[in-house]
């Protein structure tokens, strides 16, 4: 059966499912394969559950009228909703960047939605088997799209994007992250930067942030808007203690973010969403209604602390920029608990070295949760138990306290010791 037939199935179904302990009624379930599992296994519990056909690539599992078999079931994913989105003649936004890219695309998504039927990437479904489900979501009522895309490796944003057919890109930064897989900061510059060229070529439409000299350098010659505090779309902070709340168009935005650094966040939302006609009240009405969710830049108050929960994940460039913004901040009483930031290869003991070198010279009090940063420093602690035993024998008490640290580190699991 080839991807044209698939997709006439596909149609008539609309729902793909991967997870056979998540099954959708009438849905088309797809066989994927990882290390530790096989969804071929369980291709005909699934029809039996509800599921209309299985997609499988085992030949010993083809034994239902309704299993398709076919080669490879990750690429038949990955072809099937590159043929759909050939179907589709609607603007894409392709969200790529080190940090703030999902931040970026929640808060275009709120804005864009004030007006129009906008789809957008659900949580971080945004590698080579979240990008495809994530088109294949897209339905006929959507008016236009944001797909976020990541990557820890060079070529993968190429190849997302000839899955995506992104019109529109958005790069949100070039910072060190995952450099196991890209070797060294250029490879990540050079993997970013293929999204800029895959929107050149096929002619399509930039945003930029005007105050990074190393996206305007890569998107020169590139059709685009620039934002930010100087550029086409401009606002200004200001306030930053303790939520960040923006000016633009004589309108002040009180968002519930934390951090200066989410400045370029918020302008983004509100360069995209002028570009296609949003009203700045609905602009602001969006950005100010929008509350971070899953560990990313909270507020949160306990018994006795305050926390500013940013644990979801960290690399250097988010690590600095959210202890500077802290350091900035009106707060007494400042506390940073900072864990190791992972997936950095040859670089991590340096960068380890460079935080810990700039919480000293912001003079910042700092407890440090993971192995790389015990090994470096003397107020650490090897895991985040030692830490709760520490925490339970010393009280922390009324203090503003940063968690921040990858999300191996699981920070999030000490608010209840604060």
């Known amino acids: ?17 991967t997870d056979s302990r998540k099954i959708s009624n009438g849905a088309m379930f797809i066989s994927l394969k990882g290390e530790n599992f096989n969804g ?26 309704n299993t ?15 043929y759909h989105r050939s179907q589709l003649n609607i603007p894409i936004i392709g969200i790529t960047g080190t940090n703030g890219k999902t931040t970026s695309k929640e808060l275009v998504n709120a ?3 004030s007006e129009l039927s906008c789809y957008a990437t659900k949580g971080n479904l945004n590698n080579h088997i979240g990008v495809p489900l994530s088109v294949l979501e897209i339905n006929k009522k959507h008016k236009i799209a944001i797909i976020e895309m990541g990557a820890n490796h060079q070529k993968e944003i190429e190849f997302l994007c000839t899955i995506a057919q992104p019109t529109y890109g958005v790069i949100t930064n070039i910072g060190s992250a995952h450099l196991e897989g890209f070797g060294n900061l250029q490879g990540v510059i050079d993997t970013k930067n293929e999204l800029y060229e895959f929107i050149n070529h096929n ?9 990074d000299e190393l996206l305007l350098n890569l998107s020169n010659g590139i059709s685009q808007i620039t934002y930010g505090k100087t550029g086409e779309i401009t606002g200004l902070v200001t306030d930053i203690t303790p939520l960040l709340s923006v000016k633009y168009n004589n309108e002040i935005i009180n968002s519930h973010l934390i951090g200066d650094f989410q400045f370029s966040n918020i302008m983004l939302a509100i360069s995209i969403g002028k570009y296609f006609n949003v009203s700045t009240q609905n602009i602001k009405r969006s950005i100010e209604n929008y509350i971070p969710t899953n560990n990313r ?7 006795t602390n305050t926390l500013i929960l940013d644990a979801y994940n960290a690399n250097p460039s988010s690590m600095k920029a959210m202890i500077n913004s802290f350091a900035n901040q009106q707060y007494k009483n400042k506390l ?8 950095l290869g040859r670089e991590s003991e ?21 192995e790389i940063f015990n090994s470096l420093t003397e107020n650490g602690f090897k895991t985040r138990n030692e830490l709760v035993k520490n925490i339970q024998e010393n009280n922390i008490h009324k203090k503003t306290i940063l968690l921040k640290g990858s999300r191996g580190i699981g920070l999030e699991l000490l608010i209840e010791h604060l």
């Open 1 to 17: 059966m080839d991807i044209k037939e698939i997709y006439a199935l596909f149609q008539q179904h609309s729902t793909i499912c």
């Open 203 to 211: 002619k399509g439409h930039l945003f930029v942030n005007a105050e």
């Open 111 to 113: 804005v864009l939605s």
């Open 40 to 65: 071929n296994k369980y291709a005909l519990k699934a029809i039996q559950d509800g599921c209309s056909y299985a997609i499988i690539d085992e030949k010993e599992y083809d034994v239902h009228q």
């Open 297 to 303: 830049s909270q507020l949160v108050k306990t018994k």
């Open 350 to 370: 340096k960068e380890h070295i460079d935080i810990i070198k700039l919480t000293n010279q912001l003079e910042l009090d700092c407890i440090f949760v993971g």
């Open 68 to 82: 398709i078999l076919v080669n490879n079931t990750l690429k038949t994913l990955q072809d099937l909703a590159t």
């Open 336 to 343: 940073c608990i900072l864990g190791d930031m992972l997936e």
